[in-house]
C-alpha cells in the first residue's frame, strides 16, 4: 500500500468512526478514532528516495506504541464518550462529517469490498 493509499484509508476510517457511534450508541459500546501519533511502521517501505531514508532515520525518535490509543482504549475519562476524535489526552473533539457524505463514503467502500472480493 502506498503511503497516499494509507493516508486515505485512515481518512475513511475516521469518517466512517462515526457512522459506527451513532449506530452503536444505543447498544452502550463507546466508538473512538485516535490519531496515533509518530510510531514505528512500515509505511516508508514504499516510499521514493529521500523520503523512505529520512522517514528511516526519523524512526529512531518513533515511539514503539501510540500513547493516545493507549490512552483512548484505557482512559476512565473516555467511558461513556462516543463518536469523538482523541487528538492527545489532553485534546478530543466529537466527529462532526455529513450524512450524506459519510453514507456515500460507506457505498463507495462496500462497492470496492465487494469488487475485491469477487
Not at 10 to 16: E, L, N
Not at 43 to 48: E, H, I, P, T, V
Not at 87 to 97: E, T
Not at 105 to 116: C, F, G, P, Y
Request: no cysteine.
Amino acid at each position: 500500500m502506498s503511503f497516499t493509499a494509507a493516508m486515505k484509508t485512515v481518512f475513511a476510517k475516521t469518517v466512517t468512526n462515526q457512522s459506527l457511534a451513532e449506530e452503536l450508541a444505543s447498544s452502550g459500546i463507546d466508538v473512538i478514532a485516535f490519531n496515533p501519533g509518530l510510531v514505528k511502521s512500515g509505511l516508508r517501505r514504499d516510499l521514493r528516495f529521500p523520503m523512505k531514508h529520512l522517514l528511516a532515520l526519523a524512526q529512531v525518535f518513533m515511539a514503539q506504541d501510540s500513547a493516545t490509543g493507549i490512552y483512548a482504549a484505557t482512559s476512565e475519562e473516555l467511558n461513556g464518550v462516543t463518536g469523538h476524535y482523541v487528538a492527545s489526552p489532553k485534546q478530543r473533539d466529537p466527529l462532526v462529517f455529513d450524512r450524506s457524505y459519510r453514507e456515500d463514503l460507506l457505498r463507495r467502500t462496500d462497492a470496492l469490498v465487494e469488487r475485491a472480493l469477487a
